[in-house]
């Protein structure tokens, strides 16, 4: 079965860091770009960062230069360093397939909450 299990977030004052963490069951993790989603209060889910499976990256404007992503292939494992957080980083964060026809059920997320 298909699973996708976030971890890693927290409460955090503005200015600090967290590392998230995405374990992926199933084969198709090495088969695909993947990505970290968020979804804030009120909002739609939005795509934050992507990685292709030979590490090439992409993140969205809001968090350039801020979070870096990254994936380990042979642990089914990807993970989002998040640096210099803002109050507006404050959401649910989901990891998934980067290309949306291709998503598998979403996991529960893992909440990250910045305090300014």
């Known amino acids: 079965q298909v699973q996708l299990v976030e971890s890693g977030g927290g409460l955090v004052q503005a200015g600090g860091s967290l590392r998230l963490s995405c374990v992926a069951s199933g084969r198709f993790f090495t088969m695909y770009p993947m990505a970290w989603y968020r979804q804030a209060p009120g909002k739609q889910r939005e795509l934050v960062s992507s990685?292709?499976?030979?590490?090439?990256?992409d993140y969205a404007d809001s968090v350039k230069g801020r979070f870096t992503i990254s994936r380990d292939n042979a642990q089914n494992t990807m993970y989002l360093q998040m640096n210099s957080l803002k109050p507006d980083d404050t959401a649910v964060y989901y990891c998934n397939i980067a290309t949306q026809r291709l998503w598998r059920p979403w996991g529960q997320g893992t909440q990250v909450t910045v305090s300014s």
């Open positions: 990685v292709a499976r030979g590490g090439q990256t």
